[in-house]
């Protein structure tokens, strides 16, 4: 721990900024690896052959009921829902509000299956690989900023035990706690528990240096999706809940990544923002804003940008 302590102040110099970074590792791991985590899983599983029994059930019922009152023409085929043909009549009446119910509630049972049955392979994969989906992006993050630079390193995840069925033993024990006191957690070897942060502060250096200073030209109101901008711009809008800013003309920009007609950075603050606002960044239209002169003679691009190219 002091030893990352030491790194973080090298890169940053910011105790609290540091301590929030540092804990994002553990956070992420204790957010997925609850006490019920088995238990929410094994839901997901039931659930659905609930569902799936309950829809069986709604079929045939339909099917048997349907049947007793067709009644066949020689062009016709006519379906009378006031009476059964049946003797004895059926105990429990079947009507037309009967009917649409039981078509209502087929449709949920359906439902449940598809959306609860998605959920139990999102979490099997999940389970299976010992990682997160946001755990899976900073493995990508990491794996890009190695070959950016041609570093003669290799990253590896340190949670990542190397065997679905290791991974799969971490979560589904006998006891029905998982591995793990929500700060600890067993770890691959050749790696130790703040191998994650320690790259991702890594990649928060990086993103420093590969951001682009940008000067607004145009002022931007901060709408979602700017008609007033190009309809390329406004049909190409980001589909994230990451806000947009609003720019003013003259203001500055650190772009750190973006897309074709979109960027995303953070506004360079000065002495009259209001004490208590650390940062404003979020989306940006890419033509409100152009390269400052300092920072056109180089060739970095935004975090992202060379991907889409």
Known sequence: MPCLLVLASSLWGGNRKILRIACTSNIVKSAKRTRHHGHITAESVTAPLGCIHAAFIFVMTMYTQLYNRLSFGWNTVKIDMSAARRDPLPIIPFGLAAFAA???????????TIAVGMLFFIQMKIILRNKTSIESWIEEKAKDRIQYYQLDEVFVFPYDMGSRWKNFKQVFTWSGVPEGDGLEWPVREGCHQYSLTIEQLKQKADK???????KVVEDYSGACCPLSKGIKTFFTSPCTEEPRIRLQKGEFILATRGLRYWLYGDKILDDSIIEGVSRIRGWFPRNCVEKCPCDAET????EGEKKNR
């Open 299 to 302: 060739d970095q691009a935004p």
């Open 208 to 214: 420093r240096v590969r951001s682009v200073r940008y």
């Open 102 to 112: 039981t078509l209502f509630a087929l449709g949920l049972a359906l439902g449940t």
